[in-house]
Nanobody, 114 residues
Framework: VQLQASGGGSVQAGGCLRL?????????????VGWYRQAPGKQRNQVAI???????YYSDSVKGRFIASRDNVKNTWFLQMNSLKPEDTAIYYC?????????WGQGTLVTVSS
């Protein structure tokens, strides 16, 4: 199963973007999916996780601005990013727990200018 993220781009501060991730196959047992991001020169950090029971956890830095959702039928999930800030600039990676373990997609770049 491969993960393909899309929807990145360049926006001004205060703008919004919607990221999508499509899995090429089924996510086992509706396992957790989500998003990580890696800013230039920094480590990759968790942004949002959606569990199999559709509980969603957000990092403090995006709570109240980002909304994660998933469509189990289509094996896709999304990250609606609102009120974007320059510090949100990063490569965003979709993530899922697959049969081989935690896995990341190839990433999509989000650039927020002030």
């Amino acid at each position: 199963v491969q993960l393909q993220a899309s929807g990145g781009g360049s926006v001004q501060a205060g703008g919004c973007l919607r990221l999508s991730c499509a899995a090429s196959g089924d996510i086992p047992n509706g396992n957790a999916v989500g998003w990580y991001r890696q800013a230039p020169g920094k480590q990759r950090n968790q942004v949002a996780i959606i569990t199999s029971t559709i509980n969603t956890y957000y990092s403090d830095s995006v709570k109240g601005r980002f909304i994660a959702s998933r469509d189990n039928v289509k094996n896709t999930w999304f990250l609606q990013m609102n009120s974007l800030k320059p510090e949100d600039t990063a490569i965003y990676y979709c993530w899922a727990i697959l049969s081989r373990g935690p896995s990341w997609g190839q990433g999509t770049l989000v650039t927020v200018s002030s």
